[in-house]
Nanobody, 122 residues
């Protein structure tokens, strides 16, 4: 079992930045690939970014490429999502998730956090 807790969400103006954190407890954090997903009201949960166990490889949704950066610190059992140049369409609940292998598909993840709200004002 892995427990995941997101933090860092909030209200930001369009063009601003936020950094989300996802802290893990339970089983060895470095044994899991990690991902960020988001879900806006009335929409399906969508892939944002993923990172391999070592942090050596990352993958991003086209909609956030060049603006968001995923990273992890295995010594701190924490994953991050640096979000820059935020747009109104980035507003959503952001979820972190853990999986045996890096994936862009929500169904590929075994453990999920409760989510953190990101609101972007225009």
């Amino acid at each position: 079992q892995v427990q995941l807790v997101e933090s860092g969400g909030g209200l930001v103006q369009a063009g601003g930045s936020l950094r989300l954190s996802c802290t893990a407890s339970g089983r060895t954090f470095s044994g899991y690939a990690m991902g960020w997903f988001r879900q806006a009201p009335g929409k399906v949960r969508e892939f944002v970014a993923t990172i391999t166990r070592s942090g050596g490889r990352t993958n991003y949704a086209d909609s956030v490429k060049g603006r968001f950066t995923i990273s992890r610190d295995n010594a701190r059992n924490t994953m991050y999502l640096q979000m820059n140049s935020l747009k109104a369409e980035d507003a959503a609940i952001y979820y972190c998730a853990a999986a045996g292998a890096s994936s862009t598909i929500a169904g590929g993840y075994d453990y999920w956090g409760q989510g953190t709200q990101v609101t972007v004002s225009s």
